[in-house]
């Protein structure tokens, strides 16, 4: 397993996306929340402000949907060029048909759970997914405080992703940090998206560097 960093750039400035991108250039994804203030009780972005970040930046999009709607609007963010996208269990109405239609359409295809929602029946799904994110706070803001109460479900996804053959990525989300990164790595995280603690950083590219040492030092 290797370690991947995803900055979110909910924490970057937003009328300089172009060159907050740019700061990261040793970032595996860049992470890109989409919120519709319905879902979650934020508003952040959409559409066309990612199909003008993939002609920004030649870093893959890692978008992740905070919408009501996701079964109506992922599959679009796949045929822009995003090269992830995740959809939320808890808003999906047919998670297999848009998993099915983020991958048709090219991209890696993301389920993603809250803090409070179980993984287990989501067992069946491993095969439909190319990642499945564990929120680690409630969704909807950056900055929040790391949720130590999904440490164990983090486990308990990493032994289902392995007893399914372990192709599956396992992201967490929200409140990753120096302090927090190595009890998601121990847990069994391979994907670690990061807000505050990469755009709030004086150079946010060494942060990554330092978030990618403390979690190799735990993954297997
Ligand atoms: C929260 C978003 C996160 C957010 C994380 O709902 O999904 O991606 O940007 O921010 P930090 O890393 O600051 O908790
Ligand atoms: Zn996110």
New binding site residues.
């Given amino acids: 397993m290797a370690v991947q960093i995803s900055p979110?750039i909910?924490?970057a400035d937003f009328a300089r996306l172009a060159d907050e991108a740019a700061r990261v250039p040793n970032a595996d994804w860049l992470?890109v929340?989409v919120?519709d203030n319905h879902f979650?009780p934020?508003l952040t972005l959409g559409l066309p402000v990612v199909e003008a970040l993939l002609k920004a930046t030649s870093t893959p999009i890692d978008c992740?949907l905070?919408i009501t709607d996701p079964d109506r609007w992922a599959p679009a963010y796949a045929e822009a060029g995003a090269g992830s996208v995740t959809v939320h269990v808890e808003a999906a109405k047919a998670p297999i048909r848009t998993l099915r239609q983020i991958r048709a359409a090219g991209a890696r295809a993301g389920l993603a759970l809250n803090p409070a929602t179980a993984v287990e029946p989501y067992e069946d799904l491993l095969g439909e997914i190319d990642m499945l994110l564990l929120?680690t706070?409630?969704?909807?803001?950056?900055?929040?405080k790391?949720l130590d109460v999904v440490l164990p479900k983090i486990r308990r996804a990493r032994s289902l992703i392995e007893r399914h053959g372990g192709q599956v990525w396992l992201q967490v989300?929200?409140?990753?940090?120096a302090d927090t990164i190595e009890r998601c790595a121990e847990a069994g995280a391979d994907v670690f998206?990061?807000?505050?603690?990469?755009y709030?950083a004086a150079d946010p590219a060494l942060a990554i560097d330092r978030l990618r040492e403390l979690a190799a030092t735990h993954l297997g």
């Fill in positions: 979110s909910l924490s992470h929340d919120m979650v934020n992740h905070m929120m706070v409630e969704p909807g803001f950056g900055g929040q790391f989300d929200g409140g990753v940090a998206v990061a807000g505050s603690a990469v709030g």
